[in-house]
């Protein structure tokens, strides 16, 4: 298994570009709505770039969320407290860490809290 930094590095690059490319596309989607809503300006509602909009700005939250929990993660791996839940306080099985490295609960924690 990799370090855990290794792969929470790589996986922050990889939603690092992928918030790059949503942005663009949010931008350019800016673009071609202000062209669109110029005598409806006052709808941004309206017009049939939303529900495009709508789930692009949705697939960016999810970018977002996801660097928040890399980014904890990477505390907790300099802080000394990665791969420890944060509930019971045990540790967090290797294999598990290796499938979501962002976990901050064991398994047994996850499923109660579902
Ligand atoms: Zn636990």
Avoid at 4 to 33: C, F, G, K, T, Y
Avoid at 100 to 107: G, M, N, Q
């Amino acid at each position: 298994m990799d370090s855990p930094v290794v792969v929470l590095r790589a996986a922050r690059d990889s939603a690092r570009r992928r918030l790059a490319e949503v942005e663009v596309q949010l931008m350019q989607l800016r673009e071609a709505r202000g062209a669109e809503s110029a005598d409806d300006e006052h709808d941004p509602e309206g017009g049939t770039l939303s529900a495009e909009w709508s789930r692009i700005e949705g697939v960016r939250v999810g970018v977002l969320t996801e660097l928040e929990g890399i980014d904890a993660a990477l505390d907790r791996v300099a802080a000394g407290t990665f791969g420890i839940c944060e509930v019971c306080g045990t540790a967090i099985p290797e294999g598990r860490l290796e499938v979501r490295p962002t976990a901050t609960r064991c398994v047994r924690c996850a499923e109660l809290r579902q």
